[in-house]
T-cell receptor
């Protein structure tokens, strides 16, 4: 079955600390992978995406993610977190079938301590 | 500016009433989607449409209906058959040069009293 797992429901880090949000997926075909960010009461904004090629992808706001096929993972990282990064982060997988249909993880809520 | 608009941002309805949520896009995207978001449950797909006059049920379509008469518009009706309609509803679209990237609207928070 196709699925996306974000094992951490909540994460708290201090401002300036590094961050890693985990994402594991189960998908039959070659996955297209995405990370989105959502501020409270808002829509989702795309941080970065992976379709093919270099397995380390750079996104907006200083985020990056690494695709590891052997581990079925697509973890999101940031070297130094800012207070404005506090939000909910969603990993998603989809694509390949032409339906543009996504499967989303349940999200990780990030809290940043000043 | 291209984008997706959803209206209204907040919607209050009495139990037993049908209500329609609006979603419009000017990105010339073929595909459009409706998701429901509840705390701790991520996004769950209600309906999606790949072309005009065609749409498919998602994972939680019961109690909802949609139409796709125009490429730009994909309204969602929450019917009285939906047992627990209070939630945050997100519309998205995909297609064109963005290829498989979904763009999201700002959402509508529906509260049933």
């Amino acid at each position: 079955a196709q699925s996306v797992t974000q094992p951490d429901i909540h994460i708290t880090v201090s401002e300036g600390a590094s961050l890693e949000l985990r994402c594991n997926y189960s998908y039959g075909a070659t996955p297209y992978l995405f990370w989105y960010v959502q501020s409270p009461g808002q829509g989702l904004q795309l941080l970065l995406k992976y379709f093919s090629g270099d397995t380390l992808v750079q996104g907006i706001k200083g985020f990056e993610a690494e695709f590891k096929r052997s581990q079925s993972s697509f973890n999101l990282r940031k070297p130094s977190v800012h207070w404005s990064d506090a939000a909910e982060y969603f990993c998603a997988v989809g694509g390949g079938s032409g339906t543009y249909k996504y499967i989303f993880g349940t999200g990780t809520r990030l809290k940043v301590l000043a | 500016d291209g984008g997706i608009t959803q209206s209204p941002k907040y919607l209050f309805r009495k139990e037993g009433q049908n209500v329609t949520l609006s979603c419009e896009q000017n990105l010339n995207h073929d595909a459009m989607y409706w998701y429901r978001q509840d705390p701790g449950q991520g996004l769950r797909l209600i309906y999606y449409s790949q072309i005009v006059n065609d749409f498919q049920k998602g994972d939680i379509a019961e109690g909802y209906s949609v139409s796709r008469e125009k490429k730009e518009s994909f309204p969602l009706t929450v019917t009285s058959a939906q047992k627990n309609p209070t939630a945050f509803y997100l519309c998205a679209s995909a297609g064109g040069q963005s290829y498989n990237e979904q763009f999201f609207g700002p959402g509508t928070r529906l509260t049933v009293l």
